[in-house]
């Protein structure tokens, strides 16, 4: 196990976003435009009509994805994740009205109504994301 502690807590950055704008690419230009290096995805609810995500495809040692896409009236019932080195690493859930269904978020994720986002800033958290033995990143300190 690795623990680091992050320190104090720096900005709040709360995103509201609209229909048709993309979730993912959004967040990504609020990390661009506060110069976010560490912080989390503490909130993220809202509504879709796509969502793009990938899941595990195995339970081998070296692992493969699976690529998905669902489209339809969708609710995201949850979004979160960390912001390490200036890149997130978010996870969303979501329901349709067949289906729960969640995974890594990925670009192309569109708004159909709203979605409501809250970032926690980290300013001194100091960490980056190195690569493990079987082709996954980890947290580790700069």
Known sequence: MRSYEAG??????????EKGEAILESIEKAIEKYGIRDGMIVSGIGSANKVCYHRIGNT??????????????????????????????????????????????EHGTVVQYLA?????????AELTRRLGEFGISYIDRK
């Open 8 to 17: 104090e807590a720096g900005r709040s950055i709360l995103i509201y976003l």
């Open 116 to 124: 409501e986002i809250a970032i926690q800033e980290y300013p001194n």
């Open 60 to 105: 081998e040692d070296m692992p493969t994805n699976e690529y998905i896409t669902v489209e339809g009236p969708i609710e995201v019932t949850a979004l979160q994740g960390l912001i390490i080195d200036g890149q997130a690493h978010l996870h969303i859930t979501c329901c349709s009205r067949d289906q729960t269904f969640g995974g890594h978020l």
